[in-house]
């Protein structure tokens, strides 16, 4: 092997090493939920991934802390909803899962990404 494939190969088991580890490693925290949660929007959701009961209605209340303009928007696309989060404001978004599954919810431009987990 020469040189440059070593290092592409030390390269490539890193990358998929990250990968595991941010996508199933971060997924660990689950936020069980019954009736509403609180999600903080502060560079990015906190709980980020919830875990909710289908056909069960659950408020998601929303505040956002962080001025940046890219968390100003939240959408769940699975749930058709886009809603506006003026700064440091609760707001309220009512969802009642009807399958079970997993969806993401992102920020208006899909760079932060939280997850409700229906079962
Ligand atoms: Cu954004």
């Known amino acids: 092997m020469s040189p440059d494939k070593i290092i592409v190969a030390i390269v490539s088991v890193l990358g998929i090493g990250f990968t595991y580890w941010f996508f199933l490693g971060k997924n660990d925290k689950e936020f069980v939920a019954s009736d509403s949660v609180d999600i903080m929007v502060d560079g990015g959701y906190e709980p980020e991934v919830i875990s ?67 079962k």
Do not use: A, Q, S
Request: charged share 30%.
């Open 52 to 118: 909710i009961l289908k056909g069960k209605t659950i408020k998601l209340n929303f505040l956002r802390t962080d001025p940046t303009t890219c968390l100003e928007d939240v959408v769940l696309g699975d749930f058709k909803v886009r809603e506006h989060l003026p700064l440091n404001k609760k707001v309220v978004i009512e969802i009642t899962p009807d399958k079970k599954g997993e969806f993401t919810y992102t920020c208006g431009m899909g760079m932060y990404h939280g997850k409700i987990i229906v």
